[in-house]
């Protein structure tokens, strides 16, 4: 029978993959692993002949993959008549075979982080593995400690980081790309510093028309100057929470964190747009009140 490239390059493949997983195996289950392979393709081939294909056809078909071990599984009349025999007389016991030996997997785990069970960059797994104790205990009072800090001990833990990587030994760990992370914590950095400045030139806007329009300096009472007085600081604290966020979320994190990090910074850097936002706008309403307020006073006093 006559092959499509297309179903020629699918049954490759499949019969690629079934070779795959037979290596180690024994000649007598692998001849029942291809008799199995033989009756699969002939039902997948069937919806696309007149009549069902032959041994031969499907044999013709195995040997054009370049399988020998698979080709010479089916070349011997013996070893398909036992084939046939152990297939169809549940009486005849199957020849006994030693087990494969199975190499025991690496753990997953470097020197001093820990690559198995971790949540972000295996900082606390691998401080809890060398304490012998439980990891969620480290992340308990690494939690604390980060919201008693507000932030900040997100520095120290990639600091941590970088520094246990850079003397890790082990070869498992999979390695930092830099130039994400620089690209992803600039990029913050100067999204802070234009919003910052963008901000500090309204204020001073402000201030200036105002000051113009009643002949001299307002200076706001009842705390609808909050927002210039602790714009500065606001910058600060946002620029603490996003940085590090920010250059987790390109780092060798476990698949999901990537994209939840990312959004948390971003997160942050909407939030000192919001406050920015409605700090000008209780700065204006201040200024609009004193100037009214003023002028008021010098309609009343005239």
């Known amino acids: ?23 180690g195996l024994s000649d007598a289950q692998r001849r029942r692993v291809l008799a199995h392979v033989k009756v699969q393709l002939r039902e997948r ?5 007149d009549a069902p294909p032959e041994d031969t056809e499907l044999e013709a078909i195995i040997d054009n993959c370049d399988l020998p071990d698979f080709a010479s599984s089916h070349t011997s009349p013996r070893a398909r ?27 997953a ?3 001093f982080l820990e690559l198995e069970g971790r949540v972000w960059l295996g900082v606390c797994a691998g401080l809890a593995r060398y304490l012998r104790i439980e990891s969620a205990i480290v992340r308990i009072i690494a939690g604390i400690v980060g919201v008693a800090t507000l932030g900040l001990l997100l520095w120290v833990y990639v600091g941590v980081y970088v520094f246990l990587y850079l003397r890790d030994r082990s070869g498992v760990l999979p390695p930092p790309d830099v130039l994400p992370i620089v690209r992803r914590v600039a990029g913050m950095f100067v999204l802070g510093i234009i919003l910052y ?15 113009l329009a009643v002949g001299h300096e307002i200076t706001l009472e009842a705390g609808w100057g909050w927002f210039a007085e602790r714009h500065g ?6 620029l603490v929470l996003a940085l590090p966020l920010d250059a987790m979320s390109a780092m060798p994190v476990p698949k999901g964190w990537d994209y939840t990090l ?22 204006f309403v201040g200024l609009l009140l004193e100037a009214t307020g003023a002028a008021t006073g010098i309609i009343s006093g005239g």
């Open 197 to 211: 400045a963008a901000g500090q030139t309204l204020l001073w806007a402000m201030s200036t028309a105002t000051a």
């Open 1 to 23: 029978m006559k092959l499509t490239p297309n179903q020629e390059q699918r049954i490759t493949t499949f019969l690629r993959e079934v070779h795959a997983q037979t290596e």
């Open 262 to 283: 990312n959004k948390l910074a971003q997160a942050c850097a909407a939030m000192y747009g919001l406050l920015l936002t409605f700090g000008l706008a209780c700065y």
């Open 109 to 111: 785990r470097g020197d």
């Open 233 to 238: 600081a606001i910058l600060f604290w946002t």
């Open 81 to 107: 008549e036992v084939e046939d025999v152990e297939a169809l007389d549940p009486g005849v016991p199957p020849r006994q075979t030693p087990p494969r030996q199975r190499t025991p997997p690496q753990a």
């Open 45 to 49: 081939l069937q919806p696309y002949t």
